[in-house]
């Protein structure tokens, strides 16, 4: 019985942090790590569809989504949009 219990609460809390995205991510490449708030972004644009399409979950970064769907929205919402104001050496 207490074994049962034990288990119940490690499945939720695994759960729980299955459904928590992480707060900073960091891209390491040749042209200098960028970094991803993904907390500053969430809370700057409120709506979660404004990235993920259907329930919230990973999405592959790579150098075309960077440079199509990220930049692509600074160009819009006056985020960063020139190489070094993403690529830190
Ligand atoms: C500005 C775009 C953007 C917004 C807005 C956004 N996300 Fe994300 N989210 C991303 C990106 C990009 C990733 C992938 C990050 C990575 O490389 O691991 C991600 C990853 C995630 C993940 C998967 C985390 C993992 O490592 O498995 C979850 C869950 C998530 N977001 C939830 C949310 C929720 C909930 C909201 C709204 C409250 C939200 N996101 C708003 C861009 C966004
Ligand atoms: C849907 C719109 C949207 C998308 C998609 C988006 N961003 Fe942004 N981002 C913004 C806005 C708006 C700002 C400016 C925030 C501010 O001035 O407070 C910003 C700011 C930033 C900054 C500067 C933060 C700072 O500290 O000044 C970085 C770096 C950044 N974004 C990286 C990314 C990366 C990498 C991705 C893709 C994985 C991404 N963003 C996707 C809207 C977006
Ligand atoms: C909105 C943020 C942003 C801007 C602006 C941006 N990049 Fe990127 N770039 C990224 C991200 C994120 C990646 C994916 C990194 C990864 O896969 O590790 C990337 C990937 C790359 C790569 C691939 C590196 C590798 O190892 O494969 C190169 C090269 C690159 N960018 C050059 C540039 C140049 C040159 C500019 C300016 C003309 C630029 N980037 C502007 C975010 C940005």
Do not use: W
């Not at 299955?18 to 960028?34: F, L, P, W």
């Not at 709506?47 to 769907?69: F, L, R, T």
């Amino acid at each position: 019985m207490k074994r049962l219990v034990l288990i119940t609460l490690l499945l939720a809390f695994v759960g729980i942090n299955i459904a928590i995205a992480a707060d900073v991510v960091t891209y390491e490449n040749k042209k200098g790590t960028v970094t991803f708030d993904h907390k500053a972004h969430q809370e700057k644009l409120a709506d979660c569809a404004k990235c993920h399409e259907g329930e919230p979950a990973k999405i592959a970064v790579d150098k075309g989504y960077a440079h199509d769907s990220c930049k692509g929205c600074h160009k819009e919402m006056e985020g960063p949009t020139k190489c070094n104001d993403c690529h830190k050496k």
